[in-house]
């Protein structure tokens, strides 16, 4: 089987890549994936520091923090970049890239999309806003990415509890965690073939297709979810 060519990009921390790095490792022979290059528009990203400790080439994009960086469209041609995850990304892809990787593209938001996403919706606001709103859920959404923000096809979406004495830190904890279990196993079935974006905006895959899962439960440990998470997502064959 080949596998598809990641290319990942990120702003912040990389917690996300991180979990996507690991998960792949995990898997073994049986990823549908490789991580072949990490980019970001910021150089000194923490996600850059993983990629180099994880032997993976680290690109800085241009921005207006590093006005003499790297073009994303011919970075990710470069690399031979397949499959595009956006792992905390916060600039806009623009348009011609979206759609050269249209049905490609990944993002996954700290919130069930469609509500408290869209333009400035990031980082501790997202989670603000969601407690402001009297949520009784929130959790992590994965999707394909169009040329609107946080808007193309939704692939998976995690919800977790909003708790009555949460503040936006620990809430932000709580979906973080979730991304992390959610995020890595979305992006393999997508690199594996076992979902993808079929020509009329739906989603197709036999992994995921509840597209909603049911209600985290923050008490059990990683090991606890993950296994969950694996049962409740199956593992199945290409489509
Ligand atoms: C995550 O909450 C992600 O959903 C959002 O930005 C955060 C990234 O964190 N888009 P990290 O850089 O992966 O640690």
Redesign the pocket.
Known sequence: MTRARIGVL????????QALLDHLAERGDARGGDVVVVASNRPDA??LTRAADAHVPAVVLASPHAPRGADLASTLREHGVDLVVL???MRLVPSDVTRAYHGRMLN???ALLPEFGGPGM??PRVHRAVIAAGARESG?TVHFVDDVYDHGAIIAQWPVPVLANDDEHSL?RR??RA?HLLFPRVVDAVAAGHVRLAPNGSVHGSRFHERRLSMMDPTLDDRALAAQLDRTVGASAPI
């Open positions: 990120a702003s912040g921390g990389g917690s996300n890549l923490g996600a792992a905390g990304y996954v938001h700290p990031y980082g992590p932000a979906v973080l991304e």
